[in-house]
């Protein structure tokens, strides 16, 4: 590897776990020069300014995602299936150990601290993946399948994505309450049944409008 292309890429990963860490208004480039090994004028030569550099750190993230992804956004099947795919492939992304850990916690701060590169994130990656789940849900809930805007849709495909986000998001809270209980060797695959299932028999009791816990319990009432 060419010494100014190392150069660079030391910067990319030093800034990725620095600006997951402390978000990109308090990441300083004195300390991503640190920790890459480089002198200050480094990130103006390779990367313009500390927005830039953001920038980049973002796309090497998304990349990384959005290459991930691509087999489940291509894949075929029944929905039962494509919704199978669809968890199993976000449970392996978020506790892949060959991925650098900064790019998930990067992602995340970025969803809940929005920067100038946020409308970019949820357009290019989010967005397809979202959809592609809304008509999953969609294809679930029918036949007739309901539009994508039904509450029903979003709320469903919110909770599957919430289902998967738990299980890594809250991961330490996991490992002080049951210890052990993430350390399985076959994780992902029982935590894609389970999701898969449960989310199955949700959606199973919302196919006829109006059908919600409280509706039923209303007219069990009267």
């Given at each position: ?39 200050l004028a480094a990130i103006n030569y390779h990367f313009g300014d500390k927005a830039a550099l953001y920038g980049r ?153 109006g059908t919600t816990g409280a509706g039923r319990a209303a007219g069990g009432d009267r």
């Amino acid at each position: 590897m060419e010494p100014h292309v190392e150069t660079e890429q030391r910067i990319l990963n030093a800034a990725g776990e620095v600006f997951a860490e402390r978000g990109f208004r308090d990441a300083t480039v004195r300390e991503i020069c640190a920790r890459a090994g480089a002198n200050l004028a480094a990130i103006n030569y390779h990367f313009g300014d500390k927005a830039a550099l953001y920038g980049r750190v973002l796309d090497q993230a998304r990349c990384w995602s959005d290459e991930h992804d691509r087999p489940i956004l291509d894949a075929a099947g029944t929905p039962q299936d494509r919704l199978e795919l669809f968890i199993r492939g976000m449970l392996n992304k978020l506790f892949d150990k060959g991925r650098p850990s900064w790019h998930t916690r990067l992602m995340s701060r970025e969803m809940v601290e929005p920067t100038a590169a946020f409308d970019g994130l949820v357009d290019c990656t989010i967005r397809p993946k979202f959809d592609l789940l809304r008509g999953i849900v969609a294809d679930l809930l029918g036949p007739p399948a309901p539009d994508p805007e039904d509450d029903r849709v979003i709320l469903s495909a919110a909770s599957v994505i919430g289902q998967c986000l738990h299980h890594h998001h809250c991961r330490h809270v996991t490992h002080r309450l049951l210890p052990g209980a993430l350390d399985a060797p076959d994780l992902i695959p029982k935590l894609t049944d389970h999701i898969l299932r449960f989310s199955l028999a949700g959606i199973a009791g919302l196919r006829q409008p109006g059908t919600t816990g409280a509706g039923r319990a209303a007219g069990g009432d009267r």
